[in-house]
Structures are given as C-alpha cells and as structure tokens.
C-alpha cells in the first residue's frame, strides 16, 4: 500500500512561492518570539535587576567608604594630636628614671610601691609613696607644673606632708602612675 | 535513454529557502548573542556587587573600629586632663596654704590630706596665731582645733588639726 503524503499547493507570483515564504515568515515570528519570551526577555528582566542592585550597593559602598576616610581622619587627626598622652599610658614606670627626673628639685630618698589597682575598667592606677629632701616647696611646685612633661602620666596626691628637719624640708606625697591595661 | 542536455545537480535548499534560513539563523544569532552580552554584563555586576557586599563588612568592621579607638583616645585624654587640672589643683591648693602662714609663724610640720589639714609650728604668742593664721583656717575649714604648748624662751609651740566636711 502506498502512503501519500498531502503536498502543499504551489502558488507563485512573479516566481514567488507565496505559501512557502508565508510558512517561513510564520516559523521565523515564532523562533523570534520564542527565543525573546525564553532568553532576551528573562535576560533583560535579570540585567535591569542586577544593574538597579549594583548601583544600589556602590551607593552603599561609596556611603561606607566616605564614613570610613571620614572615621580615618577623625582618628588620625585625635591620635597625632595625642601621641604623647598615648605613648605616656603605655610606658611602665621607671624609678630610676623618676628619681633623675626629680632630681632638678628634689633630692629623692625612697620610692615604695603601695598598691595596684583597676580604675576606670580600662586603665591601671599604680600607687607609691615618694620621700624626699628639698631646700625650698617653691621646688616642691616646680615638680608639680612640670610633671605634666615627664614620660609617664603621674598624679600627686594626698597625703602631703612637709616636715622641717636639719635647715632642709623633708617631704613625703603620694604619687600615682596611670597605665592602659 | 539518452538526453541531449547534461544533468544539473539539484541544488538541496531553493535559494529563496536559503535566505530564510540564513535570516532566521542571523536573528536568532543575534539575540542568542545579546542574551549572552546581557548574562555576561549580569556575571560582571554581581561580582561587583559581592565586591562591594565584603568590602562594605569590612569598612564597617574598620569603622567599628576606629569608633572604640577614637572612643578610647578620648577616654585617655579625659583621664590626662582630670590628672594635669588635679596636679594644678593640689599645686594651686598647697601654695596658696603656705602662703597664709604670715612672717611671725613658723611651720616646722604639715600635713595636708584632702579634707584635714595638721600643723605644726612655732608662734611668738598665742595672739599673732589668733588674728593671722586662725581667721584664714577657720575661713576654709569648718573644723579648727588649736593646743599651745609654752616654751622655754615664752613663744608657743601649737599644734593645729584642721577638718572640712563636706556638704551631703
């Protein structure tokens, strides 16, 4: 038995096949369309999204960076203006330093450690009491304005005690030392 | 049989056919290949993006940062300045003390403490220690306390215990 296959009619005009061309406009609007709804479409949609997320983000990004140089400076600028007071609350204190130190007013005779202790949480308070010989307490001041230039940071403190003995002035004061824990 | 004609070879697509397939297969070229620009553009920005994500955690990690240690500088200029003002103080405060004792008087012992004030000294008579040392004491101290003690060549030796309290 023979199978036959229905032919398409033939219809030509200046020697165009009409019905040919018609089927291959058809199958090339449904390829476009095809190909626009499965891949440019989704593509456009995906690019449109991610472009508006990047700039998104680098509005971020710029906005974290500028607050970041911002923050730089700020610190920058405080630890240049502070480097001394940064460097003194790191520095361990040194008696024999100390000693040489006071020794443009005063004539130190002992240093004794008194105690260590926790202040503010976040720095270290060590605690000595100071004896010395000094002809003059307008020395005794003299110390005291210039302690603000020694290497240390170091508070005076109560008890003081000025005791006349032998035409010389035998002193005793408190002295505390700060240190950064 | 035998033909007059040489036989043509018969081309497989019409030329017509040719072109339409040539057309359909450049346009969907084309768009495969701005799919493809598109998912390329796409791949460059999320990169970027994740960039943009890790080095903002960073920053704000950096900032974070900078903020406890801006935080911490001031902190430590703070503690400074309450010790520099607290020496300029005890100075101020011990000077101005010594400075009170007039010519006439003495002192061969002090001791001052935050709220006490002892001292010990020599006074020509009870009245000079009276109207010059006791008025400025008692001005700053709202406890005075005074003892003679009469030496051998009729001046006095007084001890003088000095308290303030403060208001609750």
Known sequence: MKLKIPRIPKIEMFGIDIIKNMLFFTLFVVIFLFLLAVIVAPSIKKFKETKKEYFSSKIKYDKSETELEKKTYEYQKLYKENKRIIFALKREFDKNNFKMFSDKYMKLTSIKDKNISVYNKEFIKKTYIITAKLNTPVNFYKFVDNSKNYKNIIKIYFPIVFKAKNGEINLLYKLEHFKVK | ?168
Do not use: C, H
């Open chain 2, 1 to 168: 049989m035998y033909s007059f004609t040489k036989a043509r070879k018969k081309p497989l697509f019409a030329e017509d056919t040719k072109l339409w397939l040539i057309f359909i297969g450049a346009v969907s070229g084309l768009m495969i290949f701005f799919s493809l620009f598109l998912l390329t553009k796409i791949y460059f920005y999320q990169k970027d993006i994740k960039n943009f994500k890790s080095q903002i955690v960073q920053n704000r990690k950096q900032i974070i940062d900078f903020t406890q240690k801006i935080a911490f500088i001031k902190k430590e200029k703070q503690l400074v300045t309450e010790i520099e003002v607290n020496n300029e103080l005890l100075k101020d405060g011990v000077k101005n003390l010594l400075d009170l004792i007039p010519d006439p008087i003495t002192l061969t012992n002090i001791k001052i403490e935050k709220n006490y004030l002892y001292i010990y000294g020599v006074t020509p008579t009870k009245d000079v220690y009276n109207v010059l040392l006791l008025p400025p004491l008692k001005s700053i101290f709202t406890q005075t306390k005074t003892n003679f003690y009469q030496m051998d060549n009729g001046w006095y030796r007084f001890e003088s215990i000095n308290i303030l309290k403060e208001d609750k």
